[in-house]
C-alpha cells in the first residue's frame, strides 16, 4: 500500500468478496446438512 | 536416566542394522543420487545457458534437488521394514519405540548427508559456481543441519505412509509443506554461502534451523510410539 | 459405543442461527455504515469478512491441534470426530481468507498475489491440512486413521509460526506491515460483529461435521462388526 492517495472504487472487489463469502459459507452449511443426512440414512440398528 | 540409556542403545543399534543393510547392497544410495543428478541437470538445462542464470539458481535447485532426492530415500527407508511385516516383529521386541525411531532417524540422516557429497560437487560443476573447500564444507554443514530437521518428521511420516496406498503422493504432500522454513532458511544460506554475506545474516537463519530441528526431533520422538502402537 | 443418531444440540443449532444473523448485520454495517478508511478509501470494506475469518481460521486450527492432542491422549471417537470437523472447518475458512485476501491485494497493491508473510503461512498452512485429510481418507481403520491424522495435524500445526518467522525473515527487506492505528470504532464494531458471527457458524459446522463422522463410524460398525470384537476398540 503506497499512501499516495486514497483508492477510488474498487467496488467489483467488494463485491465480489462478499459474494464468494456467502457462497462458501452457504454451500458448506449445505454441504454438511446435505452429508447429516445421508450418514443418517443408514441408521445403526 | 535408565530409559535414555535404553533408548540409545536401541538407537545405536537400528540404525547400525539399517546402515549395513543399505551397505550391502547399495543400491537404494545409488538410485535416490541418481535421481538427484538427473533432477540438477533438468534444472540447469531449464535455466541455462547463461552462466549468469545458473549462478542465480544454483541455490534453489541445489536445496530442490536434495529435497526431491530425500525423499525418495526416506521412503525407502520404510520399505524394507515393511515387507515381511518386519517392522511389527521390531514392535514385539521388548526395546524402547523411540529409540526405534531414533535409529532409523540417525540412519535417514546419515544417508542424506551422504546424497549431499554427490550432489554439491555437482552443482558446482552444472551451475558453474566458484566455489573452494570452505564454501563446500560450509555448503554440507548447512545441508547437514536441514537433515536433521527433514528426517526427523521423513521418518515419522514414511512409517505411517509405507503401509498405505498411494505413499509415493502422501509423502511429499505431507513433508514438502511442513519443510517451507527449513527450505528457505536453507536457500537463503546456500545463497549467502555462495554469493556473500555483507549482512551477516547467516547466524540468524543458522539458528532457525537449529530451533527446527530441534522441536522436530523431540516432537517426532514423542510422537512415534502412538504409530507404532497403532500398526498392523 | 454409543449407537443412536448423532447429531447437534438446539443450542448448537440456535447459535449457528445466531451467526448468520449477526454476519448478515455486520456485514450490512460494513457494507453502509462504516466509514471508507482513509488510505484504502471502500475497498477497506473487505476486511470485514478477511480478517474475522482468518482470525477464526487460525482459532479453529488451534482447535484442532487441541483435539488432536486429545485423541491421542484418550483415543476416544469424540476427540478424533471433532478433530477431523476443526480441520475441514479451517480449510473452508483458509480458503476463504485466501480469495478475500486476494479480491484485497489487487485494489490496494495492484497485485493478485504477494509473498506476505499472512498469505504465505496461510496458503502453506491450507495446503498442509488438506494433505492430512487426504491421508485420512486413505486409511480403513478407524482407529488408526485416528492416531495418524492426530499426529500429522499436532507435527503441522507446530510449524505454523515457524513458518510464519521464517517468511517474515525471508521478506525482512521490503515488509510492508499494515498499521491498525487508522481503527475508527465504525471499522471496529463490524470487524467484531463479524468475528463472533464465524465463530458461531464455525460451532455450527464443527458440531455437523464432528456429528457425520460420528454416525458414519457408527454405521461401520454395524457392517463389520468384527472389528468390535477385536478387543473392543479396534
Known amino acids: ?45 | 536416566m535408565n530409559i535414555v540409556r535404553r533408548v540409545a542403545a536401541t538407537a545405536i543399534l537400528i540404525a547400525q542394522k539399517d546402515l549395513r543393510l543399505e551397505w550391502r547392497n547399495r543400491a537404494r544410495l545409488f538410485s535416490v543420487a541418481l535421481f538427484g543428478l538427473v533432477v540438477l541437470l533438468l534444472l540447469s538445462l531449464a535455466f541455462g545457458p547463461n552462466s549468469d542464470d545458473l549462478q542465480r539458481a544454483a541455490p534453489g535447485s541445489l536445496v530442490v534437488a536434495l529435497l526431491f532426492s530425500s525423499i525418495l530415500s526416506l521412503s525407502e527407508s520404510f520399505r524394507l521394514e515393511r515387507e515381511d511385516s518386519a517392522l511389527e516383529g521390531l514392535a514385539l521386541v521388548p526395546i524402547e519405540p523411540m529409540g526405534l525411531f531414533y535409529g532409523k532417524f540417525l540412519a535417514n540422516t546419515l544417508f542424506l548427508l551422504l546424497l549431499a557429497g554427490i550432489l554439491i560437487p555437482v552443482t558446482v560443476v552444472l551451475f558453474v559456481v566458484e566455489a573452494d573447500a570452505r564454501v563446500l564444507l560450509q555448503l554440507t554443514g548447512f545441508w547437514a543441519l536441514a537433515a536433521v530437521g527433514l528426517a526427523a518428521p521423513g521418518t515419522l511420516y514414511a512409517a505411517m505412509t509405507s503401509r498405505l496406498r498411494s505413499q509415493d503422493v502422501l509423502l511429499p504432500l505431507l513433508l514438502f509443506p511442513l519443510e517451507v522454513p527449513a527450505l528457505i532458511a536453507l536457500v537463503k544460506s546456500f545463497g549467502f554461502i555462495l554469493t556473500g554475506d555483507p549482512m551477516e545474516q547467516l547466524v540468524s537463519w543458522t539458528k532457525l534451523l537449529i530451533a527446527f530441528d530441534l522441536i522436530y526431533v523431540a516432537l517426532c520422538g514423542v510422537l512415534f510410539p502412538f504409530i507404532l502402537d497403532e500398526g498392523s | 459405543m454409543n449407537n443412536s443418531i448423532s447429531g447437534p444440540s438446539k443450542f448448537t443449532h440456535g447459535l449457528g442461527v445466531l451467526g448468520l444473523l449477526l454476519l448478515l448485520t455486520g456485514s450490512v454495517m460494513g457494507l453502509t455504515w462504516a466509514p471508507p478508511e482513509q488510505h484504502m478509501g471502500e475497498v477497506s470494506r473487505i476486511v470485514f469478512v478477511h480478517v474475522p475469518s482468518a482470525w477464526n481460521c487460525l482459532l479453529i486450527f488451534t482447535f484442532a491441534c487441541g483435539f488432536a492432542v486429545w485423541s491421542l491422549w484418550s483415543g476416544s471417537r469424540k476427540a478424533d470426530s471433532y478433530m477431523v470437523a476443526s480441520i475441514e472447518v479451517g480449510i473452508v475458512l483458509n480458503g476463504l481468507l485466501l480469495v478475500t485476501g486476494m479480491l484485497f491485494a489487487r485494489p490496494t497493491w495492484g497485485i493478485w498475489w504477494d509473498w506476505d508473510v499472512r498469505m504465505t503461512t496461510s496458503l502453506i498452512s491450507l495446503i498442509f491440512f488438506g494433505g492430512v485429510l487426504a491421508m485420512r481418507a486413505l486409511i480403513d481403520d478407524p482407529k488408526q486413521r485416528a492416531t495418524w491424522s492426530a499426529v500429522a495435524a499436532v507435527i503441522g500445526y507446530v510449524d505454523v509460526p515457524l513458518i510464519y518467522f521464517c517468511v517474515r525473515w525471508w521478506r525482512s527487506l521490503h515488509q510492508v506491515q499494515s498499521t491498525p492505528d487508522t481503527m475508527s470504532p465504525g471499522i471496529v464494531l463490524p470487524m467484531r460483529i463479524n468475528a463472533f458471527a464465524i465463530l458461531f457458524l464455525a460451532i455450527w459446522f464443527l458440531s455437523m461435521r464432528a456429528s457425520i463422522e460420528r454416525n458414519r463410524l457408527a454405521a461401520q460398525d454395524v457392517d463389520q462388526p468384527d472389528r468390535l470384537l477385536e478387543g473392543g476398540t479396534l
Open chain 1, 1 to 45: 500500500m503506497r499512501p499516495t492517495g486514497v483508492i477510488v472504487g474498487g467496488w467489483e472487489y467488494i463485491i465480489a468478496a462478499y459474494i464468494i463469502t456467502s457462497v462458501v459459507l452457504i454451500g458448506y452449511a449445505t454441504s454438511l446438512i446435505l452429508r447429516w443426512r445421508s450418514s443418517r440414512g443408514n441408521p445403526p440398528r
